[in-house]
């Protein structure tokens, strides 16, 4: 059974930073691509960043480009976002996912697995 927990979520000044981590368990972690979305009220769950198997291929949604960094250490089973300049836009409950296949996808229906998700507020 794949579990994937979200942390790191708080209150932040617009400008200021979080590290948000995704500790998946239940399958080999470095098999599969990862992603992060993000929900804010009343608006549609949206991708954030993706990242493949390796690390080596990254996605990025243009509103995050230059801010967010997505990373993962296959050996601790975890996945990253960290997220610098940090805007009032942003704020939104964070959730990671996970597809069943190497490469990442920046398509939301591609996921099979997603955690509880994490809020992040950040404040002007």
């Known amino acids: 059974q794949v579990q994937l927990v979200e942390s790191g979520g708080g209150l932040v000044q617009a400008g200021g930073s979080l590290r948000l981590s995704c500790a998946a368990s239940g399958r080999i972690f470095s098999n599969y691509g990862m992603g992060w979305f993000r929900q804010a009220p009343g608006k549609e769950r949206e991708i954030v960043a993706a990242?493949?198997?390796?690390?080596?291929?990254?996605y990025y949604t243009d509103s995050v480009k230059g801010r967010f960094t997505i990373s993962r250490d296959n050996a601790k089973n975890t996945v990253y976002l960290q997220m610098n300049t940090l805007k009032p836009e942003d704020t939104a409950v964070y959730y990671c996912?996970?597809?069943?296949?190497?490469?990442?996808?920046?398509?939301?229906?591609?996921?099979?697995?997603w955690g509880q998700g994490t809020q992040v507020t950040v404040s002007s």
């Open positions: 996912a996970q597809r069943s296949r190497s490469a990442y996808s920046s398509s939301l229906n591609d996921y099979d697995y």
């Open positions: 990242i493949n198997w390796s690390g080596r291929s990254t």
